[in-house]
């Protein structure tokens, strides 16, 4: 498969909200059910939820951009949850009117040019959005979550850490990501591994409701493994859990 060009990535993300209205399959993916789609952000506010508990990370009354915040997920989770003070962004204009209509503060822009000062945020969050993000330009997109973040902020990813081929998905393996964000000032202070998905990888294509057996065999087997390489690399992760400190 071809990977999308960058004009092409900005509109697959700009009007997907346009064609998916399912707030989940709009970030993870458009062609699934909702119970498959959960399975995603589930495991993924385990991971956060549980690096800063263990980690003693206080983000409540902190400022915090979450990037890509698409319908308002992670600008409702940290705000709710955690108490923090959060803004947004998104190239969608519909997913921006859906996070203001909820009371958020979020601003349609891109994450290669973010319309903030220097230095005016705690933290910034990114849930699978600059694995997205053409190679090219990932770099000028890490720049600028080095720019807003207040000297001693932390940026704090879950992104794809193996060579995922979807044309949509331009996944770095953990040292490209730390050489990428070491060149714009930020140290990777955590890692876990993530997203495993075992059963779902290697369960044959041909049986029947293979999705709904392979994603609810790999509930607990997920938990546990998350657990396990909890500040660990690992090699059949298909993402990590990456903080990175300015």
């Not at 495991?43 to 915090?64: D, H, M, P, R, S």
């Not at 698409?70 to 803004?87: A, N, P, Q, Y």
């Not at 969608?92 to 009117?97: D, F, L, T, V, W």
Request: net charge positive; hydrophobic share 40%; proline share 3%.
């Amino acid at each position: 498969m071809n990977r999308l060009t960058n004009t092409e990535y900005e509109d697959y993300w700009t009007s997907i909200h346009n064609s998916v209205h399912d707030d989940l399959a709009s970030v993870c993916f458009s062609d699934k059910p909702f119970y498959f789609n959960r399975f995603f952000d589930r495991i993924q506010k385990f991971a956060i939820t549980k690096y800063l508990i263990k980690e003693g990370i206080n983000v409540t009354g902190k400022t915090l951009l979450d990037i890509g915040c698409d319908r308002k997920r992670w600008l409702s989770f940290f705000e709710k949850k955690c108490g923090s003070i959060v803004t947004g962004i998104d190239l969608s204009e519909y997913a921006i009117r859906v996070c203001q209509s909820n009371g958020f503060r979020a601003f349609r822009a891109s994450i290669t040019q973010m319309p903030f000062r220097d230095n005016c945020f705690d933290f910034v969050s990114s849930i699978t959005v600059l694995l997205h993000l053409p190679y090219e330009l990932k770099e000028k997109a890490i720049a600028e979550i080095s720019r807003v973040l207040n000297p001693g902020g932390k940026a704090i990813l879950i992104e794809g850490t193996w060579k995922d081929p979807s044309p949509h998905v331009f996944g770095l393996n953990i040292s490209e990501w730390e050489r990428h964000f070491n060149k714009c000032g930020l140290n990777l202070v955590h890692k876990s591994g993530h997203c495993f998905n075992l059963f779902r990888m290697n369960l044959p294509q041909y049986l029947p409701f293979r999705d709904f057996f392979a994603i609810h065999l790999d509930y607990l087997l997920e938990y546990g493994l998350m657990n396990y390489f909890y500040g660990k690399q690992c090699k059949i992760a298909l993402q990590h859990l990456m903080v990175f400190e300015k």
